[in-house]
């Protein structure tokens, strides 16, 4: 990047929030993805404004933008895969409005999701939205990707808690959607935005919905000696229509990582256990923890623990929460799906995916939100070698390939990117992506935001690059 | 009759006992203005394909409707030449029951689908207005709601899936049957509400819920609004979690015609879960309510659902009353509500028009319903726009958006029934043209005249 431009972007957003420095783009250069690309320069505005002036910048000179929050994205939402500015939110963290009367919150895209919970907390309230990576990812992204959780069981997925936006759009207008308030007349473009991927609009502001703490929260553990119990005990518990705030499943070799990684207190020797939790007024928790017992016990589960003390929740939850960064202890990479099957099919699925992983010898840990039928299969590898690249590669579409025939989608909550772009028309067909491509044009003609993603490239199916391996 | 090719061609679509050329199936639904030349009835999604490929050669308008609950709803419109009811397409496409998702075509009856669900004991919000008639494609098309949203959340909470047939008349659809998806743009998201002005919606996929093993109403009735929003802003804050939280004033409460609902203001707490849950509200509201001077009823059974299909279909039965009235809709923060209804009450009085509200006090929605006190007429016509101007301003003012709902075909070319239009008016109107660009589908009916 010559000096010019850099002087350019610093007379925007200040010569300190200007990164052109291969040695600092590198940084910027991936995700929580496997994908890697380099963008041009990032700079960090502090204002919708700057972000305006940002983006009018870029369209004067042709360049591609894409905006990154924490760059915790599985799905590569965040790669810069043609290069361009790359709009970085950690300098727009503030929380603007906590607004407990009204259930409201209005937040700049960089605010970390356990933030805002954490600020709402004293007053009674939270964000409901949890993704495993709440301690780091930021709202802005959340938007971009409709981000899930746990405990989206219960309460929905990010689009559910989102009003209204501010955004900036491909030709820097800036654009209000949504508001404070419910059914705001017209066209329901807020609900358009969420998930469109930073392929729309970028996102500048949010007003978002808080909802009411619980008064109680019961957290089980149950253990089981096969995975097809635990797995029957997911498609009763949904058919007996109980309704916990978060059903989870770990397999052993999650376990095992998890425990070497955090001493969370799971059993090493169990085929799976089911991370279970009922939230609400005592009296209905109560009930729903015993009915739940029932289940468990119907289909031979070994023991149903319940959590005695906070502290003992909260270990359950960590060990759950960093299970992706635990299996770092079995190998150099994984490769996480995100398919999703009708939670009645879940037993099927995973012996499939067992299949899988035994035909094409590879490792797979399963860890995933059991409840909605939101499969996260690890595939386990080591990205030095090219053969096992390949097979991973087949693995995860094979595996996205069954979902869809059960009647389920290539993607619960982390997005497609430029992961499973490929993938979509395992699931769309090609009207149905032309409507969606109508859309687009409407808001990013030039495809100048986020470039080469959610829609099918010329590429061949399910191919995924090869990182690049660096010299040091 | 002679038949213009083109109504041949429908009936070669749909076949010829399925084409209506007798206006009245309109006519008591309520249309109002010009009629147009046809009615089809299609049987299956892709003959909705070849009428809407037909309409586009032909240049023709289309009126998407169901059973026509709502043909009166929304702007005046352009007339239009034919109407596509989906009345015949009313399967159930998919019920896997123990997964708690169905599918279902878009012209089911409400309360067909209600009662398929009912058989395995799960619902759906299905508190709608004209619950008797409306079909589950305009429900969702219209974005019509009820009391229970509040608990169980509104169609964009609900919604898992939606096929349609485009305005270049080619099948398509957005989401899926699971419950958690996020692949590709949420095109459920963008066709709910958008009252058949982008696309036909031909079938739905629906998040089902589980019906709560018993439930009970409780009745708190309060001499003055302050101290009924009060006691509403309390079990909010509470860990109760009603299933719904409305606030009738008493003029609603006469509207409904119900004897419990005759005090100054009514708020009606419905609550559901096991008896221990009940019990627990029962405790809870008495000690809520120190020292807001409330009384308290409790409805069970029969007697709370009669109380609430009365609540559900406030509009329709103002509208049957008093078909010259206005519905005003209203969506406010929840610490602007009081505000609000008192200025409804002055403003309706200070123009000699009465006036009735009920406030889905958990969500901050308020339905106002406004008609003369005296004999139609031009000028009572003229007090009534004025209001409903005067409470969309109100609205607005307050932090809040408001439209008019329902009113009479006189009046609403002469009035604004959508309140200021803000800077996502103009894009709406792009999303429009890319989606139907020769403005074929339900032209002039939708917001600000899209």
Redesign the interface.
Known sequence: MSQAVGRELGNIVGPEAVLSAPEDLMLYEYDGSVERARPHAVVFPSSTEQVAALVRWAVERGLPVVARGAGTGLSGGAIAVEGGLMIGFSRMNKILDI?I????AVVQPGVVNLDLSSAAAPS?YYFAPDPSSQKACTLGGNVA??A?GPH?LAY??T??HVLGLELVLPNGE????G??????????????F???EGT?GIVTEIIVRLT?L??TVQTLLAIFDTVDDAAETV?EI??R?I?PAALEMLDQMTLQAVEAASQAGYPLDAAAVLLIEVE?????V??QAEQIGEVCQRHAARTVRTAQSEAERQRLWAGRKGAFGALGRIAPNFYVQDG?????RIAETLRFIQGVGDRLGLKIANVF?AG???LHPNILYDARDREQNRKVVEAGAEILAFCVSL??????????GIE?NNL?PL???E??????G??????NPEGRFNPSK?FPTTKGCGEIRVPPQFPF | MPTPSWQKNVEEIVGPASVNYQMDWLRQRGWEGAMPQAIAFPSKREEVGELLRLARAARLRVAPAGNGTKLRMGGTGQPVDLVVSLARMKRITDYPASDLTISVEAGLPVRELAAALAAERQMLPLDVPCAAEATIGGVVAANSTGPRRLACGSWRDLVLGVHFVTAEGVLAKGGGKVVKNVAGYDLPKLLIGSMGTLAVIVEIAFKALPIPPTSATFLLLFSNAAAALEASRRIRHSPLAPQALDLLDAAAGSLAGHAGLAAPFTLLVAAAGSEAVLDRFERELHSLLRGLGGDLALLRSEEESALWRTVQELTPTFLRSRPDGIVVKVSLPLTEMGGFLAQTQTTAAANAINSASVARAGSGIVYCYLSSGTEAGDAVDKQLVRTSELLLEAAERAGGRAMVEWCPAAVKSRMNLWGTPRDDFAWMRRVKEAMDPGGMLNPGRFYGGI
């Open positions: 607004d009367e009204n259930q409201r009674g990707e409709n899930g989206t929905g997925v689009t559910n800036v654009l209000h959607t508001g404070r308030v419910l059914d705001v007349p017209g066209y329901d473009l807020t609900g358009l969420v998930g469109s729309l009411r619980p008064e498609a949904t058919a229509a309704t609400g007024l005592r009296e209905q109560e009930t999703v099957i009708p939670r009645t939100h909605d039928g939101n009647g389920g989608s290539i993607t619960g909550e982390h997005g497609v499973k979509m699931l769309f067909t009207q149905d992506l032309t409507v969606m109508t859309l687009k044009s409407v808001f959610v």
